[in-house]
C-alpha cells in the first residue's frame, strides 16, 4: 500500500527519543570512563560497545527522517506556488477538504467533504482521477453552479466531475505556517493547464 502523501513525515517518536537519551548516556559513560573515573571494567567495556553500535544507527535514522521532512517541505513549498496560480487562472474556484474516502469504485469514489469557505459537511461522489486522492486532502474545483447556488439548500450528494477537478494538495496542521508551508499541490488529471 502506498504511504499517505498528505501527511506530512515524521520527525521524532517517543521510541526515538528514548534510544537517542540511552545513546547519549551510554556516551557519556564512556566519555567518563577514559577520562579516569574508572568504574568497574564491565560495565565500561558494555557501554562502549553500544555506544559504538547504537550511535551510527540512530544518526542514520535521524539523518532519514530530517532529509525525508526537509524533502516533503521543500516540494509541499513548491507545490503550493502552483496551488495559488490554479487558484487565480481558473477564476471561481472552491477548496473543499475529503474528510473520509467512504468507497472505492472504478468510476470513482464516494466521499465525505468539507466546504472551506462554508464549514458544510456533506457525501460526495468524486469521478475517478489520474492521482489517488486520500482523507485530508484539499481538492481545488470548479463548482457547479447548477448543484451549488446561492439562497438555495445544499445538495444531498454532491457530484464533483473529474473535469471540475483542477488539483489536490494536502492540508497542514498551523505548526507547517510557521515555516510557510500551507498545502501542497498535484495534478488531478485536469489536462486545462
Known sequence: MDANPVLKPKLATPSLILVSVVTVIC???????????RPSQWPSIVAALAFLLAAPVVGAIWLARVRRRRTWTAAAREKWKSFDEAKRVHGTTAEVTVLSVDALEP???????????FDHVQPAWLEALHEPIWPGSVLLISPDP????????????????????LGWAPAV???GASIGVVEQRWDCGDERK
Open 27 to 37: 556516551a557519556a559513560f564512556l566519555l567518563a570512563s577514559i577520562a579516569g573515573t
Open 107 to 117: 468510476t470513482g469514489s464516494w466521499i465525505t467533504i468539507r466546504w472551506n469557505r
Open 146 to 165: 447548477a448543484q451549488v447556488m446561492p439562497g438555495s439548500p445544499w445538495p444531498a450528494t454532491y457530484y464533483i466531475p473529474a473535469s471540475d477537478c
Open 173 to 175: 496542521p498551523n505548526a
